[in-house]
């Protein structure tokens, strides 16, 4: 399979949107506040928000620049806001009506005629018409005036160069002092009849399809909270995911707060007015609800995915789980989340709260209930601790309780009891949260699943790991489904550990193949783009594993780095026959390596070169080794097995096919192939042309002759690897760091002929014409 990091739209398809469409307004807010932003109607959207202290202040916003679409799906960026018109209505409650002090004003974020950065305060009041909530606004960006009173302090606009407009929603109690509200304040927006007018009225947006692939997208509330579920379903489906989206509920967006002293914690406090559940905030419930029903109506189907994973900064200090020394477990993120004691009672109802309210929105849908457990685990800090000692766990395990430093290397008797009823604890915490779901579906089908994280809880240095954290409680069929993840092992391209990893997990726990799913990692940081060709295949293993379900996490990932996934039709899949050319092609063959170097020429002569290629790809005329009518015959049944050019094939180059030079016995020293540095397993034959040259030409290696190859590290020969995929070594265990890797073999090159048709003409090839027969290396490496 392939994939393409695209930078930017060229020849792809586009069509056009209007301005200020309501599927691309964000919203967002500081913390503890929440929001969230919703289409209603192709020209209307709505805003939910819940205010906690009396100075929060969310903004609806519209950004002159896509920065949040996958660059083939944004529209284009157009700052000149001149001669536009931009017309609504306002309808609101429980936000600070239109006519106040603080009420709803337009920030324009932009520059003045010298360029300078500058932001203009429209008050939206001085342009309606109607009530202070229930208004029409009329938006005339070439005659628009900042200033709270007009025209006495009108401070006018200039639309030219305009970057984000900045919709200013707040509580009807607004202050600067930051009052904690004894109730939380709810209120909604909404901007219907949405037009525009004038120049620039509409925009070009992309348009693509990718074809339906085969892989699944996971995202997460988390990542999305400022989105409408339009937009992103829309990104979905049109980079060709299809069927099943795994959404992660998040830890820091869809809880209730209440009021603690100065804090504020998760509560299950009895809804107010205008809320539906105890469990979670109503901003979260419209937004899950919308995405939810528009899934549904797209064909896809959504799994909830919950972890044992909260906020820290409202999660109550009981509820966490805790190492030896009472140091709360808490994750790297900044800020930080908490991870639940499976052994807290509190806790774990929270949890079966929170599953319950989101249950009965799928269910009120009348969409699938899929309900993942997401990597439910007991915590195991950086310098192997294991967090199994908070109160309520520690009351559990009562005499069993013992001292666990670090969870590497072996354990006594004492130890793996405890960690045995750890895994019983866990188990029966997941048990209690699906019997929640289930329950609140109220005999509507229910499918179950179980994330796991492979790196953490099957440590090849923690052996005694999967006691607590993979339980034999959760062997099949305590699940539907067996879904597992192996991040940590993709970033660092170790492979092996990933099979050892899922091999291990399936034989403790019973899922068969066709019983799992698989999920690809995720890239962090931008300039860590190399990753997406690991997790691609990490993607393609899982496939050659027989796991059919395979996710791509995330969505934020993929729009910003431009990812792309080809898919490829079932019978491409056969798209090689590995199998020789039947022919001796001999030395009388012609062999062409092929560059590709864009050459321009100035007016004075002189020339600009540009390689376009990395690798030559060659070309073939095999016609003289066709030299009776029994071979022609030969040649006509392999060229119709082959469908033309349809399928590839090996042919052996007879001028080069050996690491060793160009035809030399192989040795285990003929070729440097990587350096290894304790994480990565595969290693891509390859061979140098020119080695000793400032720019060495090198060429990958896809279709060696397996029974030739020698594998050294530094310097010694080894046998603890096989051959995988397209020529590459695969250790067994990670080579160390340093260690020099080198190979030898012999080769054939990956071709298919050059044509649909094959011109062999009887009469003059029996008086001696030679037939041209050419083929095309087909190039199967990156």
Excluded at 162 to 168: H, T, V
Excluded at 240 to 262: A, D, K, P, Q, V
Aim: glycine share 8%.
């Amino acid at each position: 399979m392939g994939f393409w990091l695209a930078d930017q739209r060229t020849s792809q398809r586009s069509s056009t949107i209007q301005r200020f469409d309501p599927r691309f307004w964000t919203v967002n807010f500081p913390r503890p506040m929440m929001a969230s932003v919703v289409t209603t109607a192709p020209d209307a959207l709505r805003v939910d928000a819940i205010f906690y202290n009396s100075d929060e202040l969310a903004g609806l916003i519209w950004d002159s620049a896509d920065g949040l679409d996958h660059p083939l799906l944004a529209y284009e960026t157009l700052t000149d806001y001149s001669r536009l018109s931009l017309r609504f209505r306002w309808r609101s409650s429980g936000i600070m009506p239109l006519d106040s002090v603080h009420g709803p004003t337009l920030t324009i974020e932009g520059h003045d005629a010298q360029g300078n950065s500058r932001s203009w305060y429209v008050r939206l009041w001085n342009y309606a018409s109607g009530t202070s909530e229930d208004a029409y606004i009329s938006l005339e960006f070439s005659a628009l005036d900042g200033g709270f009173l007009l025209p006495g302090e009108a401070d006018p606009v200039d639309p030219a160069n305009i970057d984000r407009l900045f919709i200013s929603i707040v509580p009807p109690a607004y202050d600067a002092l930051g009052t904690r509200y004894e109730t939380p304040m709810q209120g909604w927006v909404e901007m219907n009849e949405i037009s525009t007018d004038g120049d620039g009225a509409v925009l070009e947006i992309g348009d693509i399809i990718v074809p339906e692939h085969g892989l699944a997208m996971a995202t997460a509330y988390d990542d999305s909270f400022n989105q409408t579920p339009e937009r992103l379903l829309r990104s979905i489906r049109a980079l060709g995911y299809r069927g099943t989206i795994n959404h992660y509920l998040g830890m820091s967006h869809y809880f209730r707060l209440g009021t603690l002293g100065e804090g504020l914690y998760v509560s299950l406090s009895a809804p107010q007015e205008h809320e539906e559940f105890a469990a979670i905030n109503q901003p979260c419930v419209s937004w899950h609800r919308d995405f939810i029903t528009r899934a549904m109506e797209l064909g896809d189907e959504v799994i909830l995915s919950l972890s044992y994973e909260l906020f820290d900064a409202h999660c109550w200090n009981d509820w966490k789980q805790r190492a030896e020394n009472g140091e709360p477990a808490l994750t790297g993120w900044e800020p930080p989340s908490a991870l639940l004691s499976p052994a807290n009672s509190g806790a774990m109802s929270y949890l079966q709260a929170v599953a319950r309210a989101f249950t009965a929105i799928a269910r009120d849908a009348g969409a699938a209930i899929r309900f993942q457990v997401g990597e439910p685990w007991w915590w195991i800090m950086t310098d192997g601790r294991i967090c199994l000692y908070d109160d309520a766990a520690t009351a559990a395990f009562g005499e069993t309780s013992v001292s666990i430093a670090d969870i590497k290397g072996p354990k006594t008797q004492e130890q793996q009891d405890m960690l045995d009823i750890a895994g019983v604890l866990l188990a029966q915490s997941t048990a209690d949260l699906i019997a929640a779901v289930m329950d609140e579906a109220g005999g509507v089908a229910v499918e179950t699943l179980l994330l796991a994280y492979l790196p953490t809880i099957v440590d090849v240095e923690a052996p005694e790991a999967v006691r607590a954290n993979l339980p034999v409680g959760w062997s099949s069929p305590a699940f539907d489904i067996l879904q597992l993840e192996d991040y940590d092992w993709v970033i660092a391209g170790d492979h092996a550990s990933t099979v050892r990893g899922a091999t291990a997990a399936t034989a403790r726990l019973g899922y068969p193949i066709d019983q799992q799913h698989y999920f690809s990692g995720f890239v962090l940081a931008a300039n860590d783009r190399f990753i997406w060709r690991n997790m691609v295949d990490a993607l393609d293993a899982a496939a050659a594993r027989g796991i059919e379900t395979r996710f791509v996490w995330a969505l934020p990932q993929i729009a910003r780095d431009g990812f792309v996934y080809f898919g490829e039709e079932d019978e491409d899949v056969n798209a090689f026959d590995d199998v020789q050319f039947p022919l001796a092609i001999g030395l009388g063959a012609r062999v062409s390596p092929l560059f590709s170097t864009g050459i321009t020429t100035s007016l004075s002569g002189h020339e600009t070169r540009n390689s376009n290629w990395v690798d030559a790809r060659l070309e073939f005329d095999v016609g003289p080794g066709v030299r009776s009518e029994e071979e022609v015959g030969i040649l006509l049944g392999f060229f119709r097995a082959r469908r033309g050019a349809a399928k590839a094939f090996r042919v052996r180059d007879p001028s080069d096919f050996s690491s060793n030079g160009m035809s030399g016995s192989p040795t285990a020293l003929d070729q440097l192939i990587g350096i290894g540095d304790d994480q990565l397993t595969l290693f891509p034959l390859i061979k140098n042309y020119d080695a000793d040259s400032e720019e060495p030409q090198v060429r990958q290696i896809t279709r060696p002759e397996n029974d030739t190859i020698v594998v050294a590290i530094d310097g010694v020969e080894v046998n603890d690897w096989t051959l995988a995929e397209l020529g590459q070594i695969e250790f067994s265990q990670p080579p160390p760091d340093g260690a020099r890797i080198t190979a030898g073999f012999l080769f054939d090159v990956p071709v298919r002929f050059g044509e649909d048709r094959l011109d062999i003409n009887c009469a003059t090839f029996q008086a001696g014409e030679i037939p041209v027969v050419p083929l095309v290396e087909v190039k199967e490496a990156s």
